[in-house]
């Protein structure tokens, strides 16, 4: 069983409109949360991290955790042909002391529509 | 900034032949990943090292070996490798763990198996 979930598998937004992105863990070990962006040929790169409860918004950017229900989401205002891209969700799992290793979810595919 | 370098980008076998993938990085990272990522099916963790000479299994180390001999250089072979196999391996480091510190990926290598 997939550890990270994310919904939905592809979406498509005008240009200047809203994405949201959706992830879901079924483990409870995972405390912490990220969101990397990979744009065709390209390695992942982080977006952003999220730790707390609660927003956390980087510019045009807003991810939201929900420890609780280990739900996480990411919204994306104002989106940009250029934000086009494969996202994921991935879950931090520890190793020892401050080292983990990262589980990916499938990802999600955004279209922005010019 | 420093970057990951994977070595080569493009890799054609064929069937049995045992491959070999090579990864530098120059941010003086202590921990180390590889990833292979499918179509449709996100980036799954195949080995992962937390310092020089160190190697742990990911979920998908079967067919694999993994080598760390220096902190710079991680790589990883592919032992026999499968008829029609199609994957993009990932490397990828960091320097304060996954757990509060951002993966960072080189490009990838692209494998095709005839």
């Known amino acids: 069983q997939q550890k990270v979930q994310q919904s939905p598998e592809s979406l498509s937004v005008p240009e200047g409109g809203m994405a949201s992105l959706n992830c879901t863990s079924s483990?409870?070990?995972?405390?912490y949360f990220w969101w990397y962006r990979q744009h065709s040929g390209e390695g992942p790169k982080a977006l952003m991290s999220i730790f707390s409860d609660g927003d956390k918004k980087e510019g045009r950017f807003t991810a939201h955790l929900n420890k609780a229900s280990l739900h996480v989401s990411l919204h994306i205002r104002d989106s940009q042909p250029s934000d086009s891209a494969l996202y994921f969700c991935a879950a931090s799992e520890p190793i020892t002391g401050n080292t983990g290793k990262l589980i990916f979810g499938l990802g999600t595919t955004l279209q922005v529509q010019p | 900034g420093g970057i990951i370098t994977q070595t080569p980008k493009f890799l054609i076998g064929q069937e049995g032949q045992k491959l070999t993938l090579k990864c530098q990085q120059n941010?003086?990272?202590?921990?180390m990943y590889w990833y292979r990522q499918d179509s449709g099916k996100g980036l799954r963790l195949i080995y992962y090292?937390?310092?020089?000479?160190?190697?742990q299994k990911g979920d998908l180390s079967e067919g694999y070996d993994a080598s760390r001999e220096k902190k710079s250089s991680f790589s990883l072979t592919v032992t026999s490798a499968q008829k029609n196999e199609m994957a993009v391996f990932l490397c990828?480091?960091?320097?304060?763990?996954?757990?509060?510190?951002?993966?960072?990926f080189g490009e990838g290598s692209k494998l095709t198996v005839l």
């Open positions: 941010f003086n990272h202590d921990t």
């Open positions: 990828a480091s960091t320097g304060l763990g996954a757990n509060t510190g951002q993966l960072y």
């Open positions: 483990d409870r070990n995972f405390q």
């Open positions: 090292s937390i310092t020089e000479n160190d190697l």
